[in-house]
C-alpha cells in the first residue's frame, strides 16, 4: 500500500485528552472545524466523509449536549451512528468495562465515543479496541471536545487565543472542563486565571501554569474571557460551600463581578446553567454571552475531530 | 453598644485619669501616670498625663494610686441570647461584665437558635447596641447548625459582622469537614476557634481521670482527650494556613503542642480559663456541681503548666468562660449536672490571687485580658495607646472581699468562688470614654 500523499493533519488514532496533543495538532482542528461551522450553517449539511463507517456513543454517564453533538456530527459526515446509554445497556447487568468494550469491539465500529464518570476509564477502554476512541469526558481528568469547542469559540470571537487572559471559576476540583481548558489555552500561549473558594480548588493546581485566586475581584482583573463552571448541584449544601445563596454573592457572576474583567470581555460556560448560582440570567443572557454560540461551535468541532481520525481508519 | 452614660457630660468633655499606676499590656510594664481621654478615644497615656498639663475643661478623677488598665477583652463567654434568657440576658450579662472590668465579650454562637445565618447576627448587633452596658461581639457558627458536617455561611456571616467563628462547645469530629471549613474560612482570612476535645474518648467521662475521680466514684476524662484533637487540628492547620485559635487548653500535653505549632510559626493561638489557672480537681470537694466544667478542671500539676505557660506566652489568653447555669441544671447528682461556671465579674480578682501568690507579674496577666484577645481578634481596643478606644479600668488590686452569689450581677448564680476570700475590686469601667460601673 502506498503512503498518502500528505501526512495527516492530526497525527493521533485516538483523542483521549488536550495532554499530549501539540499547538499544531489543536491548531489542525480549529481550521478544520472553521470549514465545518459552515457546512453545518448550509441546508444541505451533509458529507461522505465517514459514509459507511459506524460511530457508537457510549455514555456510561448521561449527557444531553455532548450526546446530541456527537450524534449530530457523525450523521452529517454519513456514519451510521448508534447511542449506547448506560441506563439500557448491560452494564447495568453487571457486565465490566472491558467486557463491554470487547463485545462492542466485536461488532467492528469505526469510531468509539465515551464517556465515563472515572478518570482514566476511556484509556483503559482505548487499549482494549480496535477502532479509533474519542473521550467525551472521564471523571475530572479531561473532556477535550469540550475545550476545543471553547478554544474554537474563542478564536472566531477575539481573532486570536496567544495572549489572551482567561479565567476560569468555580467548581475546578470537579471539572474535567477545566483541566482540559487549562491544558490547552496554555499550550497556545494564553494566560489562564483559576478563581474559586479553595474547597473547590484542587491541591497543587498553581503547578499546573496558571494563577489561582480565591477572590472573583483580582481574578477577573484583565480576563478577556470569563469562563464559569457549572456547579453540581449536590455539591451546593455544605460540603465544599455553605450554600448557593452564599456562593452566587461571592462566586456568581452578575455585572458588578464582570466590570472587573476587560470592558469587551466575553462570558462562556460549558453548560447546562444554574442561574442565580454561578452565573447570573443577566449575564447569561446578555451581549457579552458567548453561551449559545458554543454549543453550535460543538457540533462544528466535533465533525472537524471525526474527519480527522477517519483520516487514520483503516482504508481511510 | 449604648447606655445611659452617653448623655451625660462626659462623653463630650476631656476626661482624665491621674494620679494612677498605668498597667500597660503592649510593653508588659507599669509606670506612675494617667490617662487622658477626648471623644471616647485615648489621646495620651504615660506618666506625663498630670493635673498641670491637662486642659482646663477636662473632668478629673483621681485615682488615688490604684491601677488604670484597659479594659478586658473575653473571648468566650454564653450570654444567654437568643433562646436561653432564663440564664442571662447581654442586659445582665454586660452588667456583670461592667462590674468585673470586662468592657468587650465575645458572645459564644451555640444559642438556640445558634448564630448560623446572618439575621441572628444582626439581631445579635442589634440587641447589644439597645441593652448592652459594654461591647458585644457576635462569634458565629463554623458549620450549619453547629452539626458538624457542613461548612456555615461564614462570607455572609462576617459580613454581617460575626468576628471570629466557632462551633462554641463542641468539637467537629470530622477531619474531612473541618479541613473543608478551615480551607474555606482561609479565603475569608476568618478566625477558627475550635474547642478540642474529643468526645468519643471523653465519653461519659465527668470530670479530669485520675485517683479523685476513682476515689469519687466517677468516671473520668483523660488529657489525651483534649490533646489528640487538638494535635489533629494543628496538622489541619498547616495543611490549610488558617487562623486558628485553641478556645480552651487545659493540659501540659496541650501546651505542648501549642508551643511546637508557634516554633513551627504556625498561625496558632489558645487560651485556657480562669478556673483552671485558679483551681483545681480538688476544688470538687464533696461534690461541687459549680466547679464541673468543660474541660475538667485538672489536676495541681496541670494548673501550675498552664500558669507557667502564661507567664512564658505559650498561653495568649485568659477567658472566664463565662456560662451560668440555673440552679435546677447544677442542683443534681455531679455526673447528671450541666457544665459551666459564671466568671465575668469575678474574673480580674480571681486573676490577682496569681498575681498576689508570686505566680505571675500583672502586667502579663492584664495582656492576657486585654492586647492579646484584642491582637488576635484585630480590635483597636485592649491597650492604653493614642487613638485607641477609651475602654478603660480602674481597680485597687489589694482591696479584699469575699464573693457573695447574691451580690453578683449575672441572671445565675453558679459561681464557683462562692464564698471565696479575693483581693482587687473594680471601683471604674469605662466604654468609649463613658463610665458604665462605678463602685459604690
Known amino acids: ?316 | 453598644m449604648k447606655h445611659s452614660a452617653t448623655t451625660s457630660s462626659i462623653a463630650h468633655r476631656p476626661l482624665a485619669l491621674i494620679n494612677a499606676r498605668l498597667i500597660d499590656p503592649a510593653a508588659l510594664s507599669e509606670i506612675a501616670g494617667g490617662v487622658l481621654v477626648v471623644d471616647g478615644l485615648i489621646r495620651e497615656a504615660g506618666a506625663a498625663v498630670v493635673l498641670a498639663n491637662l486642659p482646663a475643661h477636662a473632668q478629673i478623677i483621681d485615682c488615688g494610686g490604684d491601677c488604670v488598665a484597659p479594659g478586658l477583652i473575653d473571648m468566650r463567654a454564653f450570654i444567654g441570647e437568643p433562646g436561653a434568657e432564663h440564664r442571662e440576658t447581654i442586659a445582665t450579662a454586660t452588667l456583670a461584665a461592667a462590674a468585673g472590668g470586662v468592657t468587650t465579650i465575645l458572645a459564644r454562637p451555640d444559642t438556640n437558635p445558634p448564630v448560623d445565618e446572618p439575621a441572628v447576627v444582626d439581631f445579635l448587633l442589634r440587641r447589644a447596641r439597645d441593652t448592652g452596658r459594654v461591647r458585644v461581639l457576635p462569634s458565629a457558627a463554623l458549620t450549619a447548625g453547629l452539626k458538624g458536617t457542613e461548612i456555615a455561611e461564614i462570607g455572609l456571616l462576617q459580613q454581617a459582622g460575626a468576628v471570629a467563628f466557632s462551633d462554641g462547645a463542641r468539637s467537629i469530629c470530622s477531619a474531612r469537614v473541618f479541613r473543608r471549613v478551615m480551607q474555606y474560612a482561609r479565603d475569608f482570612d476568618a478566625l477558627v476557634m475550635h474547642y478540642p476535645e474529643d468526645p468519643d474518648l471523653a465519653a461519659e467521662g465527668v470530670m479530669n481521670e485520675g485517683e479523685f475521680a476513682t476515689r469519687l466514684g466517677l468516671a473520668g476524662i483523660p488529657r489525651e482527650a483534649e490533646a489528640i484533637m487538638l494535635d489533629r487540628d494543628i496538622r489541619l492547620v498547616n495543611l490549610t494556613g488558617v487562623r486558628y485559635h485553641a478556645a480552651l487548653v487545659t493540659t501540659a500535653l496541650s501546651l505542648d503542642i501549642v508551643a511546637k505549632a508557634k516554633a513551627d510559626g504556625l498561625p496558632v493561638t489558645c487560651a485556657t480559663s480562669i478556673n483552671h489557672l485558679t483551681l483545681n480537681e480538688n476544688d470538687i470537694g464533696d461534690y461541687r456541681t459549680f466547679l464541673k466544667l468543660a474541660p475538667p478542671l485538672r489536676g495541681e500539676d496541670e494548673r501550675r503548666a498552664l500558669v507557667a505557660g502564661l507567664v512564658s506566652g505559650v498561653i495568649d489568653v485568659i477567658v472566664s468562660d463565662h456560662d451560668p447555669q440555673d440552679v435546677e441544671t447544677k442542683r443534681l447528682p455531679f455526673a447528671e449536672a450541666e457544665v459551666g461556671a459564671i466568671g465575668l465579674e469575678t474574673m480580674l480578682a480571681a486573676g490577682l490571687r496569681l498575681v498576689h501568690q508570686g505566680e505571675i507579674p500583672l502586667p502579663r496577666l492584664i495582656a492576657a485580658m486585654t492586647i492579646r484577645p484584642a491582637d488576635i481578634l484585630r480590635l483597636p481596643q485592649g491597650r492604653l495607646t493614642a487613638g485607641a478606644p477609651a475602654d478603660l479600668i480602674r481597680f485597687d488590686p489589694d482591696e479584699p472581699f469575699v464573693v457573695d452569689p447574691a451580690k453578683l450581677h449575672s441572671r445565675c448564680k453558679n459561681t464557683p468562688f462562692d464564698e471565696a476570700r479575693m483581693e482587687g475590686k473594680v471601683k471604674l469601667t469605662l466604654v468609649a470614654g463613658d463610665v458604665v460601673y462605678e463602685a459604690e
Not at chain 1, 144 to 172: F, H, M, S, Y
Not at chain 1, 240 to 261: M, Q, V
Not at chain 1, 304 to 312: D, K, S, T
Request: a positive charge.
Open chain 1, 1 to 316: 500500500m502506498s503512503s498518502p500523499p500528505n501526512p495527516p493533519l492530526f497525527p493521533h488514532r485516538h483523542l483521549l485528552g488536550i495532554e499530549g496533543l501539540s499547538a499544531q495538532d489543536i491548531t489542525s482542528l480549529l481550521d478544520l472545524a472553521e470549514a465545518a461551522v459552515e457546512v453545518s450553517r448550509q441546508i444541505e449539511k451533509k458529507r461522505l466523509t465517514l459514509r459507511g463507517r459506524t460511530l457508537i456513543n457510549l455514555f456510561f454517564e448521561t449527557s444531553t449536549r455532548t450526546q446530541s453533538s456527537f450524534e449530530l456530527a457523525g450523521k452529517r459526515l454519513g456514519a451510521d451512528v448508534m447511542n449506547m446509554s448506560v441506563a439500557t445497556s448491560s452494564v447495568k447487568k453487571g457486565e465490566t468495562l472491558l467486557d463491554t468494550a470487547m463485545t462492542l469491539n466485536a461488532m467492528h465500529p469505526d469510531i468509539i465515543v465515551v464517556r465515563h464518570s472515572q478518570a482514566g476509564a476511556v484509556h483503559l477502554l482505548a487499549k482494549k479496541v480496535d477502532c479509533s476512541v474519542v473521550n467525551a469526558g472521564d471523571g475530572a481528568h479531561e473532556h477535550p471536545t469540550q475545550a476545543l469547542l471553547d478554544a474554537l469559540t474563542i478564536r472566531r470571537n477575539k481573532g486570536k487565543i496567544e495572549g489572551l487572559t482567561v479565567a476560569i471559576c468555580g467548581d475546578i476540583l470537579h471539572s474535567r472542563v477545566a483541566r482540559s481548558n487549562i491544558l490547552l489555552l496554555s499550550a497556545l500561549g494564553a494566560r489562564v486565571h483559576i478563581v474559586g473558594p479553595s474547597t473547590l480548588l484542587p491541591p497543587g493546581i498553581e503547578r499546573l501554569g496558571v494563577k489561582v485566586f480565591r477572590d472573583m475581584r483580582p481574578g477577573l482583573e484583565g480576563a478577556d474571557i470569563v469562563m464559569m463552571l457549572r456547579l453540581q448541584r449536590e455539591r451546593m449544601q455544605g460540603g465544599y460551600i455553605p450554600s448557593a445563596k452564599e456562593y452566587f454573592r461571592f462566586f456568581g457572576l452578575d455585572e458588578a463581578k464582570l466590570k472587573h474583567a476587560k470592558p469587551d470581555a466575553l462570558v462562556m460556560h460549558p453548560g447546562p446553567i444554574n442561574r442565580g448560582v454561578e452565573i447570573d440570567s443577566n449575564v447569561a443572557d446578555g451581549s457579552s454571552s458567548l453561551i449559545r454560540e458554543q454549543v453550535e461551535m460543538g457540533v462544528a468541532m466535533r465533525i472537524a475531530v471525526l474527519e480527522a481520525l477517519a483520516q487514520h481508519l483503516p482504508n481511510g
